[in-house]
């Protein structure tokens, strides 16, 4: 089925750490996209990375992606107070022209 | 990128009610999109709003409970009709950009509580 699903579902880290979350889907994809939504506002884009693609940066977001696994990870390095939010993947499946979400990963960064 | 306003930003409104959320975006675009948040949980598509023609809803969503309009390529309106308490939710607006990216960007948002 056309979805994505999110792991961890909720994760909290000390400030300076590493977070890692994860998305995996089941059919092909043209793209993913990651998001950041603080508090229940609205959606601030973050990266973007193609089906042909296998990593990105943008400062201390990594993105990768592995297609024969169909899976995505989202790091973020050296985590501040500020990164605590709640991040999603969404998906823009091959043939199709809307995005659809993941269930999304909680972060919470403790100083 | 595309910026994107919406009114209003929140509305605690009574049951039974309509309320209409209007969508501005600085740029001419195709396709917009309407989802809807509930309470912890994420986005949900509600339908693509097309210039020029009627609107696509998604499973589970109906054009009589929540009425599109989109009467230029810049701006479009969404209804929620006969409102009851499980349409507390954030209603968002999101658009394409054109070209290789096809980025999606996406409205404040419009905080929606049903007494």
């Known amino acids: 089925s056309q979805q994505g699903e999110e792991d961890p579902q909720a994760l909290s880290i000390q400030e300076g750490e590493n977070a890692t979350m994860n998305c995996s889907y089941k059919t092909s994809i043209n793209n993913l996209q990651w998001y950041r939504q603080n508090s229940g506002r609205g959606l601030v884009h973050l990266i973007l990375?193609?089906?042909?693609?296998r990593e990105k940066h943008s400062g201390r977001l990594r993105v990768t992606l592995d297609t024969s696994k169909k899976s995505s990870s989202l790091l973020i390095t050296a985590s501040r107070a500020a990164d605590t939010a709640s991040y999603f993947c969404?998906?823009?499946?091959?043939?199709?022209?809307?995005?659809?979400f993941g269930q999304g990963t909680r972060l919470t960064i403790n100083p | 990128s595309a910026v994107i306003s919406q009114k209003p930003s929140r509305d605690i409104c009574q049951r039974g009610t309509s309320l209409t959320i209007q969508c501005q975006v600085d740029s001419q675009v195709t396709m917009m999109f309407w989802y809807r948040q509930q309470p912890g949980q994420s986005l949900t598509l509600i339908a693509t709003a097309n210039q020029g023609s009627e609107a696509t809803y998604e499973s589970g969503f109906v054009i009589d409970k929540f009425p599109i309009s989109r009467p230029n390529l810049t701006f479009s309106t969404l209804t929620v009709s006969n409102m009851s308490p499980e349409d507390s939710s954030i209603y968002l607006c999101?658009?394409?950009?054109?070209?290789?990216?096809?980025?999606?960007?996406f409205g404040p948002g419009t905080r929606l509580t049903v007494l």
């Open positions: 999101s658009v394409f950009t054109r070209g290789l990216n096809n980025e999606q960007f």
């Open positions: 990375i193609r089906s042909n693609e």
């Open positions: 969404a998906l823009l499946f091959q043939g199709a022209q809307k995005l659809v």
